[in-house]
């Protein structure tokens, strides 16, 4: 569905259905207000009422809200898959217009890939009609942009782990590069045992599928900014060989969020245009078990020269990033900022539930502008407290670190402490490390999410760019 803003005068649309919005005080003087209350129709946000032979479909809502217009446009947007006119419209106005998009995009999404069959809606487009599109036609423009990269990134987790793993994400990142002008270097293998990458490369040993560590950068002439993102890429997380029970592995294709998360962030802000330089790292990888797998008892060196004592395989995606973030760390020096995605702990959802993201990191300023985008986008984020005290349960007898905790509480923080034990001293101010876990992914909707991915962190991130100065 295209969807099209348009001035009141020039909207003559035929076979349209037409959407109005109706508070319960306003449904008290409406037109139709009989025959609605006949049907039953109270205005009740959430609710939809069609009076077909008006060509007219009513949604009710509570008030104006952004969060209240944005869930009533994605119950409208389930609401008229089926029907058979050729478009809907809807006003908008400055204050309705991304919330009103992003419902629509977000909430309309569907993942048909491997659906033999699929309907095909007669609906083709969306009129957004407004007095004067000139003074809307940023916030358009931005907000159509931001929810296609979020289905962008919700298509990347969705599709299937044999369709998706390390060398055709780096295929599609390559393909990401060339239409959107970005730079790409690609590691296999060999350039990441010459880098030293053998924690990363641990992680994939078993697997058939070569992991790859992806670069792309997005750097405009004059950038205020330089901003490094790193995104948990684990294609697909059987555990290994401390290997997840049946229940617990189905859903693991989406133990890439991360990585698909930094790829529509480095899209979302090429296709806006930001004034700032944008480096995307993705650590590729598949988690298997096999007579090659890496094993609890091994003890890894990282990149950064630290030994890593294993003790459980499944926390296989601290090992890739404790790689990744030190290779992005010297590729992209005196950064601005460097944030990390990924699909972390089962512990951050015992935490926060499944609609919070995980915040960690030192820098309380940071955290709090970051809170402040993440309020604007309507994504939920919450900081879990770093404190020293878990920090010693990483203690080792026999290596430098260990890959797991030894107390089984605060799964979440340690593991964001130990990422913390890769980021460089002068980058410890610069960095956070959003565990999204909870968020990335969904079995039953929820506000704009459907069925799949979410493409969490995707609008947060993006306005927090956005908001740089
Ligand atoms: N990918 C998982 C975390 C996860 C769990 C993401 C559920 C989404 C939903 C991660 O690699 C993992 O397995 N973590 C372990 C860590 C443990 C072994 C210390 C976990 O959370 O159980
Ligand atoms: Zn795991
Ligand atoms: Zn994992």
């Known amino acids: 569905m295209k969807i099209e803003l348009i001035d009141t005068k020039n909207f003559t649309a035929k076979e349209n259905l037409t959407v109005k919005l109706v508070t319960p005080e306003q449904l008290k003087n409406a037109k139709f207000k009989k025959t609605l209350k006949k049907s039953g129709f109270s205005a009740e946000q959430d609710t939809v009422c069609?009076?077909?032979?008006?060509?007219?479909?009513?949604?009710?809502?509570?008030?104006?809200?952004?969060?209240?217009?944005?869930?009533?446009?994605?119950t409208i947007a389930k609401a008229i898959k089926t029907v058979a006119y050729k478009s809907l419209s809807i006003?908008?106005?400055?204050?309705?217009?991304?919330?009103?998009?992003?419902?629509f995009i977000l909430g309309g999404y569907e993942f048909n890939t491997y659906k033999s069959?699929?309907?095909?809606?007669?609906?083709?487009?969306l009129y957004l009609i407004c007095e004067d599109v000139t003074p809307l036609t940023k916030a358009f423009e931005e907000a159509v942009v931001i929810s296609e990269a979020t289905c962008f990134t919700r298509d990347i987790v969705n599709t299937a782990p044999d369709d998706m793993h390390p060398e055709t994400l780096a295929k599609l990142a390559k393909k990401l590069?060339?239409?959107?002008?970005?730079?790409?270097?690609?590691?296999?293998?060999?350039?990441?045992?010459?880098?030293?990458?053998?924690?990363?490369?641990?992680?994939?040993?078993?697997?058939?599928?070569?992991?790859?560590?992806?670069?792309?950068?997005?750097?405009?002439?004059?950038?205020?900014?330089?901003?490094?993102?790193?995104?948990k890429g684990l294609t697909y997380d059987s555990g290994g060989l401390s290997l997840k029970p049946a229940t617990?592995?189905?859903?693991?294709?989406?133990?890439?969020?991360?990585a698909c998360a930094?790829?529509?962030?480095?899209?979302?802000?090429?296709?806006?245009?930001?004034?700032?330089?944008?480096?995307?790292?993705?650590?590729?990888?598949?988690?298997m078990i096999g007579g090659d797998a890496y094993k609890p008892d091994d003890v890894l060196r990282s990149r950064?020269?630290?030994?890593?004592?294993?003790?459980?395989?499944?926390?296989?995606?601290?090992?890739?990033?404790?790689?990744?973030?030190?290779?992005?760390?010297?590729?992209?020096?005196?950064?601005?900022?460097?944030?990390?995605?990924?699909?972390?702990?089962?512990?951050?959802?015992?935490?926060?539930?499944?609609?919070?993201?995980?915040?960690?990191?030192h820098s309380n300023r940071l955290r709090h502008d970051l809170s402040k985008a993440s309020r604007k986008a309507g994504e939920l984020t919450a900081t879990l407290p770093f404190n020293n005290h878990l920090k010693k349960q990483l203690k080792s007898e026999i290596a430098d670190i260990c890959n797991i905790s030894n107390k089984p509480y605060g799964g979440a923080i340690t593991a964001g402490l130990f990422l913390d034990n890769f980021i460089k001293e002068e980058n410890k101010e610069k960095w956070l490390h959003f565990d999204i876990a909870g968020t990335a992914y969904t079995e039953s909707p929820w506000d704009?999410?459907?069925?799949?991915?979410?493409?969490?962190?995707?609008?947060?991130?993006?306005?927090?760019?956005?908001?740089l100065k």
Do not use: W
């Open 448 to 467: 704009v999410n459907v069925h799949g991915a979410t493409g969490a962190g995707v609008r947060f991130m993006t306005q927090f760019l956005q908001s």
């Open 91 to 103: 006003e908008v106005d400055a204050k309705s217009i991304r919330p009103i998009i992003e419902g």
């Open 248 to 258: 617990s592995m189905v859903t693991m294709k989406m133990d890439k969020a991360g």
């Open 262 to 287: 930094v790829l529509g962030i480095i899209k979302a802000v090429s296709e806006l245009q930001l004034d700032i330089e944008v480096h995307a790292f993705v650590g590729a990888v598949e988690n």
């Open 50 to 74: 069609g009076m077909h032979g008006k060509s007219l479909l009513f949604c009710g809502i509570e008030n104006y809200d952004a969060q209240n217009l944005k869930t009533a446009a994605v």
């Open 117 to 125: 069959k699929t309907k095909t809606s007669k609906l083709k487009k």
């Open 177 to 231: 590069a060339k239409d959107n002008k970005l730079e790409c270097n690609i590691l296999n293998k060999k350039a990441l045992k010459k880098e030293r990458c053998e924690a990363m490369l641990a992680v994939g040993r078993a697997s058939r599928h070569e992991s790859k560590l992806i670069h792309l950068a997005y750097k405009p002439q004059n950038a205020k900014k330089r901003i490094a993102l790193v995104g």
């Open 304 to 361: 950064k020269g630290d030994t890593i004592e294993v003790r459980n395989t499944d926390a296989e995606g601290r090992l890739v990033l404790a790689d990744v973030l030190d290779y992005a760390q010297e590729k992209v020096k005196n950064p601005d900022y460097l944030f990390d995605f990924a699909t972390l702990t089962g512990a951050c959802m015992v935490a926060l539930g499944q609609y919070t993201t995980g915040v960690m990191g």
